[in-house]
């Protein structure tokens, strides 16, 4: 069968998914091209339609901006007249470590029954090698269109860095792959319309997904590392954090500190593609390694703030755990490894209370379960404040505790 190029004269942009990736890429595109945005978020669309983002992952001028140029909707049918469809939906893992594609397959089926010809789908959610021509296609095929005659595909992975300011969609340099090699110069053109860095062109999808999960990867082994070795400095009575600062001193060495990890990339990524690697027969002995590592730190981190309690000789001791979100200064919630802890510590019949001013509370039951504080009214009655993360707004609140009464984190890992 002869591939052929979709015509993109005129590009009308879908963008599906309005969350920490999607949005920003809808406030981004907005710049240059007419652009729907998508989310099956009835509550998610009326705040974004009022110029709202309660993930905080654009701020209300930026998406008012971006509003004049495109509207936000949770009707599918309003994506009709669109020719590029950008899907942006989280691909998590479920309970057992199982990569969980149901959002992905959802959208996929909904795409197939607006799909026009000649239009090219574009996928930037995490997904194992291989996915976007072995599990979307197939879905997408359900629209009657044929593959790379009728529609097209491409792979074009996020590098959102949720919080981080010096990292921006429009300053981060981009992977791009197509389908056929004029759908990649196409959607190549698309990407360096509204970016200001290096545009990757992959050889095929495949080759983009596998840099995705090896990006990831590669972080997950290097903090679990980090993890190991602060194991074993504690066992020598020094500190990792100086060991760190010496070895850094090198030019190749690699300065990543221990931590707990969590969020939607590094701490999930690897399932996806150890579950591909087994569905091939292939082990990859030295990622689960790192990923058992890494998801054993929290209980570590437990037993230590219960020895803490132990070695305080308090019967009965109240103790606040500052901090839910999975990373500083941010109020993303997503596998944040400070529930594990919260867990652990209620599990052995400890008072222990959470706060966090950025998260939102009734999301973090939903999720989780877990009643956090609301307000904090009185932060010195607690017999022991263990500072989870780091926030600037956390930091200037201890300020006003006693300093035997707090712990950080980062001396627990």
């Known amino acids: 069968m002869n591939q052929v190029a979709p015509n993109m004269e005129n590009k009308s942009i879908a963008v599906i998914g309005l969350g920490y990736v999607g949005l920003p890429l809808f406030c981004q595109l907005s710049t240059s091209f007419s652009v729907v945005g998508y989310d099956v978020d009835n509550n998610r669309i009326n705040e974004l339609s009022r110029c709202i983002d309660s993930k905080k992952s654009v701020d209300r001028k930026q998406l008012c901006r971006a509003l004049s140029n495109g509207i936000v909707t949770a009707d599918i049918k309003k994506l009709s007249s669109s020719n590029v469809f950008i899907v942006t939906v989280p691909t998590p893992i479920s309970k057992n470590n199982k990569p969980d594609t149901s959002a992905l397959e959802n959208v996929c089926l909904s795409i197939s029954t607006i799909i026009k010809k000649n239009a090219i789908v574009i996928f930037e959610s995490t997904v194992f090698p291989g996915a976007t021509?072995?599990?979307?296609?197939?879905?997408?095929?359900?629209?009657?269109?044929?593959?790379?005659?009728?529609?097209?595909v491409g792979y074009s992975p996020e590098r959102i860095n949720v919080g981080d300011t010096e990292h921006q969609i429009k300053n981060v340099s981009k992977i791009v792959s197509g389908s056929t090699p004029e759908t990649t110069q196409i959607i190549a053109s698309i990407y360096r319309e509204i970016l200001s860095k290096d545009i990757i062109v992959s050889s095929c999808i495949k080759v983009a997904e596998a840099a995705k999960m090896y990006e990831n990867v590669q972080r997950d082994l290097l903090i679990a590392l980090a993890n190991e070795y602060s194991e074993y400095c504690k066992m020598e009575n020094i500190s990792i954090d100086e060991v760190t600062k010496c070895a850094s001193s090198k030019w190749n060495f690699s300065n990543v500190s221990p931590g707990l990890v969590g969020g939607h990339c590094i701490g999930v990524d690897p399932y996806y593609l150890l579950e591909r690697a087994s569905s091939k027969g292939i082990k990859l002995p030295l990622i689960q390694k790192a990923r058992n590592i890494n998801e054993n730190k929290s209980i570590n981190v437990a037993n230590r703030i219960y020895n803490l309690i132990y070695d305080s000789k308090l019967s009965s001791p109240k103790i606040l755990l500052l901090g839910f979100a999975y990373k500083p200064n941010s109020c993303d919630i997503r596998n944040t490894k400070v529930s594990v802890v919260l867990n652990e510590l209620r599990n052995k019949g400890f008072y222990v209370d959470c706060y966090d001013p950025l998260v939102n509370i009734d999301e973090v039951y939903?999720?989780?379960?877990?009643?956090?504080?609301?307000?904090?009214?009185?932060?010195?009655?607690?017999?022991?404040?263990?500072?989870?993360?780091?926030?600037?707004?956390?930091?200037?609140?201890?300020?006003?505790?006693?300093?035997?009464?707090?712990v950080y984190l980062r001396n627990l890992l």
């Open 133 to 152: 021509e072995e599990l979307c296609v197939p879905l997408l095929a359900k629209s009657g269109l044929r593959f790379n005659v009728d529609f097209f």
């Open 366 to 406: 939903k999720e989780y379960g877990l009643g956090l504080l609301s307000t904090l009214s009185d932060i010195n009655s607690f017999d022991l404040i263990i500072v989870m993360v780091e926030h600037d707004s956390i930091l200037q609140l201890i300020q006003t505790c006693k300093e035997s009464h707090f």
